[in-house]
């Protein structure tokens, strides 16, 4: 299993690798909420959609967190936590996704 330390807002949390059923009970429930991200139409929407993300899934996702931790974040923190989420879960996707995508441009 693989895992990744990140620090946010002073806080050292560890992003654990989750199992294939798992990410898919995660994109079940914070789906909708990513989904809102393209649909806004105000910057009000916006607002509401980001920060309800942040503030409410975020701590849920990495438990370690509370929602003053996240308030008190560098938006770098929460890039930063985001990107070991991903490079811990999706490793083989992005280096899969890297050589199709070097692949079609030599054509």
């Known amino acids: 299993m693989r895992s990744k330390k990140v620090t946010v807002a002073g806080k050292e949390v560890t992003v654990n690798e989750q199992r294939i059923g798992e990410l898919e009970q995660l994109l079940e429930k914070y789906g909708q909420a990513i989904d809102g ?17 942040l503030y ?10 509370a929602k003053e931790d996240v ?3 560098y938006a770098s923190e929460i890039e ?4 070991a989420f991903i490079d811990v879960n999706f490793f083989g996707v992005k280096r899969l996704a890297g050589t199709l995508f070097r692949a079609t441009s030599m054509k």
């Open 80 to 83: 930063e936590l985001i990107n």
């Open 56 to 65: 409410d899934n975020l701590p849920e996702l990495v438990p370690e967190l």
């Open 37 to 53: 991200l393209f649909s806004v139409n105000t910057a009000k929407e916006l607002k509401d959609t980001v920060f309800t993300l």
């Open 71 to 73: 308030a008190n974040a």
